[in-house]
């Protein structure tokens, strides 16, 4: 299994990214799906998450400014990131589980310039 995260870049302070975490190698749904970030210096935190049931849950710094999406058709799960601020700075992963395996992709960038 793998996780494959694209979608970051350089981004002026209120604009917009669309972060997508493909997952291939399973034809089988991942569970727990979930990006985390990690600012320098700082410790990686949860942005946001499916959970069990399927609903939707995000941290406080990204509720009402980041939408957890995923097309299962695809088996691809996006993070949408809107109103960005220079504090939103950090690399960026994808997480699942898989019979209670954790998976990760390996980060991208978004870099948000005031």
């Known amino acids: 299994v793998q996780l494959q995260a694209s979608g970051g870049g350089l981004v002026q302070a209120g604009g917009s990214l669309r972060l997508s975490c493909a997952v291939s190698g399973t034809v089988f749904r991942m569970n727990d799906m979930a990006w985390y970030r990690q600012a320098p210096g700082k410790q990686r935190e949860l942005v946001a998450r499916?959970?069990?049931?399927?609903?939707?849950e995000y941290a406080d710094s990204a509720k009402g400014r980041f939408t957890i999406e995923r097309d299962n058709t695809k088996n691809t799960v996006y993070l949408q990131m809107n109103s960005l601020k220079p504090e939103d700075t950090a690399i960026y992963s994808c997480?699942?589980?898989?019979?209670?395996?954790?998976?990760w992709g390996q980060g991208t960038l978004v870099t948000v310039s005031s």
């Open positions: 997480h699942g589980t898989r019979l209670g395996k954790p998976y």
């Open positions: 499916f959970t069990d049931s399927g609903n939707t």
